[in-house]
């Protein structure tokens, strides 16, 4: 079940933040994160997280505070994990993906391609036990601390210059794909040519041709602008990634424990508003798509589960019955 905050409409409420957050300020305060993401500054999780972040501050009366950073000002995600993981205040936007790099492979599992049906699968997912026992081990072993992975921004489609209905209109087809395992290992079998790019220069690769094809939810086309560039979307729905927020464990721990509570609450809020909104919003962002010229293209999903199902045996890394863990812990049977 999704929650929206109950106050001002997350827009609203998302200026309200930035007029009090701005880039670089700092207030004499107990703690200062660096709270840092390589999205837009017009992108649905940032605006979310200035909401989060001030609600924070604000019940913890100004003992938690907050410095932003979207569009990679610190660096890209791995750069900002690292320097979490060095025990400097940041906070960044990442994923299950960039985290089991980390010493934490079992966290894969969780951005396979189709692994749930749904934003209330993944909720539950995301606050499982076995996930909870994941996130432990990676705040023991890297220093980084999950705050919450549970901020959903709708299923990923194929954008490009083609529509790609089957997993074989894939082949040969230059593919924006991050340097990210759980990446390559679903799209690489299908035969794209994966080109890494930063994603703030896909839109320029899009536009110069260096790459033909990228994937994204529709809430991070319209606040990349990618569609201005790549006018076909086939709906695959092949991932709904596990975003969220990691912070330096040594941070976490100089906070007392209430102020850790407050903290864990709010931006686990700000995910399940997130996910409300861009779930909100899809329908919208389709009609003001197809206005400026894109199309739309359905997908044989059951020929994209077949030609990704040997992501789960691809891992051997991976306990044995990690995948049924995975389901049990999602679908509420764990």
Not at 25 to 46: F, G, R, Y
Not at 166 to 193: C, Q, S
Not at 194 to 208: D, F, H, N
């Amino acid at each position: 079940m999704t929650i929206p905050f109950p106050h001002t409409p997350l827009r609203f409420a998302a200026t309200m933040a930035a007029s009090v957050f701005m880039a670089g300020a700092v207030m004499a305060q107990d703690v200062t994160i660096k709270l840092s993401t390589v999205n837009a500054p017009t992108s649905e999780s940032w605006l979310a997280a200035q909401v989060a972040a001030e609600r924070v501050t604000e019940r913890t009366e100004g003992r938690v505070a907050f410095q932003l950073f979207p569009s990679a000002q610190l660096g890209s995600t791995t750069d900002s994990i690292e320097q979490a993981s060095q025990g400097l205040p940041v906070m960044t936007f990442t994923s299950a993906s960039f985290l089991a790099s980390f010493d934490v492979p079992e966290l894969s599992i969780v951005e396979g391609p189709f692994v749930i049906a749904n934003s209330e699968e993944g909720e539950r997912l995301a606050f499982s036990t076995l996930m909870q026992g994941f996130y432990d081990k990676l705040a023991a072993g890297a220093g980084v601390r999950v705050v919450a992975l549970n901020w959903f921004d709708g299923p990923r489609h194929m954008i490009g210059n083609a529509a790609y209905p089957t997993p074989d209109a894939l082949k040969g087809v230059r593919m924006r794909v991050p340097p990210v395992e759980t990446w390559l290992k679903t799209f690489e079998p299908m035969g794209v040519v994966a080109t890494t790019v930063q994603a703030a220069e896909v839109y320029a690769a899009l536009s110069q041709g260096a790459v033909t094809a990228a994937e994204s939810p529709l809430t991070g086309l319209r606040a990349s602008g990618w569609h201005e560039v790549a006018k076909e979307i086939t709906l695959t729905g092949h991932f709904n990634l596990f975003t969220g927020w990691v912070i330096s464990e040594a941070t976490y721990q100089a906070l007392s424990e209430g102020d850790r509570a407050i903290l864990m609450e709010e931006f686990r809020l700000g995910g399940q508003a997130l996910t409300k909104t861009s779930a909100d919003l899809e329908g919208e962002i389709r009609k003001e798509f197809e206005a400026q010229g894109v199309t739309f293209h359905e997908a044989d999903i059951e020929a994209y589960r077949a030609a990704t199902a040997g992501f789960f045996t691809s891992f051997p890394n991976w306990p044995a019955g990690l995948y049924d863990q995975a389901r049990a812990a999602a679908t509420g049977t764990e």
